[in-house]
């Protein structure tokens, strides 16, 4: 049974920083793309980006200039590292498991950007 956990969400203000982690097990995650997405009320889970067994990143929309998302195999862990962070970003951020059938998500992590 795959089983998805993310942690570090929380409370900043505009342009500060947070860091998400993901923790991963039943599946072979060093095999595996990981990606983080985030969904707000009333909107679609949306990608924020992506990592693949090679290391290769790719992000959406204004990711690539503030976020930037990293893996440890070792010990089963997918980061996010988000800088600059924005009132748009506020969201509740999910972890994405993906194997060749299905993506599983953990319960997600709430992020709010406010003053």
């Known amino acids: 049974q795959v089983h998805v956990r993310e942690s570090g969400g929380g409370l900043v203000q505009p342009g500060g920083s947070l860091t998400l982690s993901c923790v991963v097990s039943?599946?072979?995650?060093?095999?595996?793309?990981m990606g983080w997405y985030r969904q707000t009320p009333n909107k679609e889970r949306a990608l924020v980006a992506y990592?693949?067994?090679?290391?290769?990143?790719h992000y959406a929309g204004r990711a690539k200039d503030r976020f930037t998302i990293s893996r440890e195999n070792s010990n089963n862990t997918v980061y996010l590292q988000m800088n600059n962070l924005e009132p748009d970003d506020t969201a509740v951020y999910y972890c994405?498991?993906?194997?060749?059938?299905?993506?599983?998500y953990g319960q997600g992590t709430q992020v709010t950007v406010s003053s």
């Open positions: 994405g498991a993906r194997t060749q059938s299905n993506t599983y």
């Open positions: 039943g599946l072979a995650f060093s095999q595996n793309t």
């Open positions: 990592i693949n067994k090679f290391f290769d990143t």
